[in-house]
């Protein structure tokens, strides 16, 4: 199925999110803390109430799932998950690596996924069979075949430590070319574009890997859960570039096929 018109959609609703975001990001915005720690802003509730009201308009029988609350059942079977500022602690402390993250899952599938970077001016996004781009132009996984000229993202140290085994980990610092991390969507687009190898995520949830999943699938990488499946819903993953892919299993005790 052509998912063009949906991610189209997507597209234009992440865009007039960011704006309402920008119209905060340059001012004081008072932050709460959620009860898992993480902060929210008027900015996160404003921008996830705005994109659910467009999708509900746009898709009435689709479900909606946002990080801050919004639940809408689905009538069809498909669901939007929104995040409406991913990495809001960058948000808080004006660092530009945040975005607007939509996605569609149809089933258990991911067939669309936006990440918005409004404090940038930039996109990545991708359709099932429709690949992944950003602002035009088509993106591809890099072809880096050896650990030690890999370029490794973690995404949150603490929480990768306790999703993955630590001495694990320790090798993969040691053992690849450099390490880097901005944010987690920013790092996922940057895998997207080949501008590095694996991405390691030890806390997330649906409306986090729904685009990252389907933004390095599209790229050409691949995703994995530890049980060697390709789940949102595991809390963990790591994103992988095929030739690479082997390895990363063996070190990070991954076993099992792709589902």
Known sequence: MDYSNELHAALKVAADAGRIAMGYFHSVTDTEEKSDESPVTIADR??????ASALANLYPDDGIVGEEGTSKPTRSGRRWLIDPIDGTRDFVRRTTFWAV?????VGDTVVVGVIHFPALNETAYAARRLGAWADGQRLRVSEVTRLDKAVLMVSGFKNAWEAWPPESIRYLTEQCWTVRAHSGCY?????ARGKADIWLS???VAWDYAPARILA???GAVFLTRSGGNS?????CVIVVPPLEAE???ILGIHGGRS
Do not use: K, P, T
């Not at 404003?46 to 994109?51: H, L, N, R, V």
């Not at 993250?101 to 899952?105: D, K, N, P, V, Y």
């Open 46 to 51: 404003e921008c996830e109430s705005f994109i």
């Open 101 to 105: 993250q939509i996605a569609l899952e």
């Open 187 to 191: 790092d996922v687009a940057l895998l």
């Open 202 to 204: 030890g806390s997330g």
């Open 217 to 219: 699938e599209e790229a």
């Open 232 to 236: 949102i819903y595991q809390n963990h």
């Open 248 to 250: 990363i299993r063996r």
